[in-house]
Structures are given as structure tokens and as C-alpha cells.
């Protein structure tokens, strides 16, 4: 087990406080036991209280070099005593290790950075004159284009919220902040107990920065959940998927100008304390649906982003080829994607990135390659769930579940249909299934 680096250095600091009481000890004169000798008796009575705070880890580096000095003063005045004595050489070699072991102990100190993290500028921060800052989200999933931070409604002090703020980068600071106002129109749209609430959002001109308030989950996203689970049931797999779909249900068709949201990952579900509802999180990537189709005029964000394993062919191909525009079915891929990581441990195409060494993009821009079948993976798995994956990861839009409407009704039919299974999740998760790219398998169209 790899030992920090504050064992090694308190290694040295007892080394020295050894070499230090041994070179006390070696002053003895031969014809002066050291029961009868209260010079010495008080050399080592004062070195060893020295030494105690530095065995126990308080301090160490200082009291090694006192124990060194302490030593040197009485080597002197020993050696004005007993300079007949030739084998005075030992003890004073010793000494002189011991005070070179602390003084290179020491400096290792002065260089060690501190255990402690340092404070944060904007921690204790206001922002918009009602939300202090606390500390960084913990355990948040940072994908980079926002800074999350715990904080407190100074309005109502037992009330934690989230607070995203513009990232400082220079490379990102222009894009997070559109991210944001976009998160802003967004969720000041939408009210649902599947989608996260906004508290309040804006410009903070102390910090000059944009910033939104959320509401917080302590539970976390579903990515945190799925890494420390070792069992699912797939009633509860079913309940979590008919939540996302809810969800998708008001972002398509429900709102005056519904959205494709196109990043549906895990880490974009949040969980409620039940542990067992959704709550749908990161709308800065998300997109108007117009009359006339996709408003790519509010598209905000610059290149080629996506997650991989969850994102359908049009989102990894946007920008190169141009094949299909991104849809509601882009979000129907992503919520079929969670479905599968749930019932199999990994998400589509995870396995065969592996397997191959090849990248997700390439994998999923081929036609002729589609993920393994979820009961390859989980043998026990109703069949109507390998159907719904396949329609639902599906190389082409068209040929997905016409609408997240569609997808709610079958979700709702297999749970009728099926007993609550067992699904052994983390020894899915670390089984290695075999598998060979020219061996996916290709379920035939039906």
C-alpha cells in the first residue's frame, strides 16, 4: 500500500530522534555508569521528552531539531570533561547525523504542501445578495463549463441549494455563461417534479460572473448512485425510466416550445431521497424545437460535444457529415442507453469499446455494428427489454420509438408483465463478457 508522504517524513524525524539518544547514550564514559552519572540522566530525561511530541506526531521536525542542538550543547560540554577519552568520535558522528537528519527534515517540511486544501476564493462569497457560498458541490459531476457550489438561503438557513456559477477559464468562460443563461430560460419554463427547480438566476456584479440557483439532492446524480450500488430490481429500473420518460413527455410535447435536451447521461439524473425518482438536471445544451423543426440558431454550443455511450449517431456526427438533425428520438436514445447501462452494468458499446480499443464515435457511426443484446449480458432479462433497446438504440431516428409517449406505454406494459428481478449490478459491472467486433450482433429489423 503506497504510505503518504507525511509517514515517511515523520519516518526520518524518529530516525533522527534515535541517532540523537544513541549519541546521548555513547557520551557515557566507560568508567561512569550511567545510573550514576546526573549529567547524563538529564541529557536523556530532556531528549526524551523532546522526542515524545515526535514519535506522536505533534510537531515533529521542530522538536528533532531541538533534541539536535540539545545534544551538540552537552556533546561540548562533555567533551571539555572527558577529553582524555579518544572515543569521543562516535557519539559526536552521531550527533552530527542526527542534527543533518533533522535539518533535512525540516526543510522537507517547509517544502510539503499542506494537508489542508486551500480555501477557495469565493468561498463565504453572496451571490445575488441572497445565496452564500459554503464550499464546492461534494461529490458533484463537474463537466467543466460551470463551477457548482453547495450554498445556503440566507432567507431560510436550513435551506441548501445549488449554485452554478461561470466558469473563470478563459477558454470556457464565454460558453459556460451562455450555458447558463440558457439553463435559465429553460427551467424558468418548466415546473415538474422530474425536472430540477430553479431558484433564482442572473449577473453577480461583485463576483462578475453569471450564476443559477437550483435546488439540491443529497443523494446525487444516478452515475454516483450505479457506482456504489451492488443490487438493482428491475421494478426499480422500470420506475426510474418511467420518470426520464415523464420528463421527455413535457420536454417534447408539452411545453409552447418544447426542447430536446441532448445530453441524457446519469450524471444529468439527479435522484430524490427516495433514491428512486429522477429529476432531470443540465439543460445548457439543451435545444428549441420550432414549427419548422430545429432552431439552430440557439444552438450554443461551439464544435462537436457529446458523452459518449449515451449519444446517438446524430450528435457525434453533428457538424461533420450532417447525416440527421438531432430530435426528440436524440433523446430517446439517451434515456434507452441509461435502460441498458441499468439491466447490464455498462452502457451500449462499452463492452465492444474494450473489446477493440476503438472509440466510441467509431463504433457508433457504423451501421453494421449494434451494441450486444441485454440479455447477453443478464440471461434472466425479460426479452421485451432486448426489443426496446434495440428499437430504442437504433442507428436511425426514424426507426426509434415514435415519441417518448410510446416509450412510457411499453415501460408501464413490461412491468405488469414481469416479476420484480433481481439484477446483481456491480457483478455485472465488473464481469468481463467476451466479445469480438465482428461478432456483435445485429438483431434483425422488425
Not at 68 to 83: H, P, S
Not at 221 to 228: E, F, G, N
Request: proline share 9%.
Amino acid at each position: 500500500m503506497r504510505q503518504s508522504s507525511s509517514f515517511w517524513l515523520r519516518l526520518i524525524c524518529k530516525t533522527g530522534v534515535g541517532g540523537a539518544v544513541a549519541a546521548a547514550v555513547m557520551t557515557l564514559p566507560p568508567a561512569r555508569p550511567l545510573e550514576v552519572d546526573p549529567f547524563i540522566l538529564l541529557l536523556l530525561a530532556t531528549a526524551s521528552g523532546l522526542a515524545a511530541p515526535a514519535v506522536l506526531g505533534h510537531e515533529p521536525f521542530r522538536y528533532s531539531v531541538l533534541v539536535g542542538l540539545l545534544l551538540l550543547a552537552a556533546l561540548a560540554g562533555a567533551a571539555l570533561r572527558e577529553f582524555q577519552h579518544a572515543s569521543l568520535h562516535r557519539p559526536l558522528f552521531l550527533a552530527f547525523a542526527a542534527l543533518a537528519t533533522a535539518a533535512l527534515a525540516s526543510g522537507l517540511q517547509r517544502r510539503r504542501p499542506t494537508s489542508r486544501p486551500p480555501r477557495p476564493r469565493d468561498m463565504g462569497a453572496t451571490v445575488g445578495g441572497r445565496w452564500r457560498l459554503h464550499e464546492p458541490l461534494p461529490n458533484a459531476d463537474r463537466g467543466g463549463f460551470s463551477e457548482p457550489w453547495l450554498g445556503e438561503d440566507l432567507n431560510q438557513p436550513d435551506r441548501r441549494v445549488v449554485v452554478k456559477l461561470q466558469s473563470q477559464s478563459p477558454q470556457r468562460s464565454t460558453e459556460s455563461g451562455n450555458r447558463l443563461l440558457r439553463e435559465q430560460h429553460v427551467l424558468g419554463a418548466v415546473q415538474s417534479r422530474y425536472v430540477v427547480g430553479l431558484r433564482d438566476a442572473g449577473w453577480d456584479s461583485t463576483l462578475q460572473r453569471r450564476y443559477v440557483v437550483l435546488d439540491y439532492y443529497p443523494t446525487g446524480s444516478l452515475a454516483r448512485y450505479l457506482d456504489r450500488t451492488l443490487e438493482l430490481r428491475l421494478g426499480w429500473v422500470l420506475g426510474l425510466l418511467t420518470g426520464v420518460t415523464e420528463a421527455l413527455v413535457l420536454l417534447h410535447e408539452e411545453l409552447p416550445h418544447p426542447l430536446v435536451h441532448r445530453d441524457l447521461t446519469p450524471r444529468n439524473l439527479l435522484l430524490r431521497q427516495d433514491q428512486g425518482t429522477p429529476v432531470l438536471a443540465d439543460f445548457g445544451s439543451a435545444l428549441s424545437l420550432r414549427r419548422h423543426g430545429i432552431g439552430f440558431g440557439d444552438r450554443i454550443t461551439a464544435g462537436v460535444v457529446y458523452s459518449s455511450f449515451y449519444a446517438p449517431p446524430e450528435l457525434v456526427d453533428l457538424g461533420l457529415h450532417n447525416r440527421w438533425d438531432p430530435t426528440p428520438a436524440s433523446d430517446l436514445f439517451g434515456a434507452c442507453a441509461i435502460l441498458y447501462e441499468c439491466v447490464t452494468g455498462r452502457p451500449p458499446y462499452w463492452r465492444e469499446a474494450q473489446e477493440s480499443g476503438l472509440e466510441y464515435g467509431s463504433l457508433v457511426l457504423n451501421p453494421e455494428l449494434r451494441p450486444l443484446p441485454p440479455t447477453w449480458a443478464n440471461p434472466g432479462l425479460p426479452p421485451a427489454i432486448d426489443d426496446l433497446v434495440r428499437r430504442g438504440l437504433a442507428d436511425r431516428p426514424d426507426a426509434r420509438p415514435p415519441s417518448a409517449r410510446a416509450i412510457l406505454e411499453e415501460l408501464h406494459r413490461i412491468a405488469r408483465s414481469v416479476d420484480d428481478l433481481r439484477i446483481p449490478f456491480a457483478e455485472l459491472r465488473a464481469t468481463r463478457i467476451p466479445t469480438a467486433i465482428g461478432a456483435t450482433v445485429t438483431l434483425p429489423e422488425r
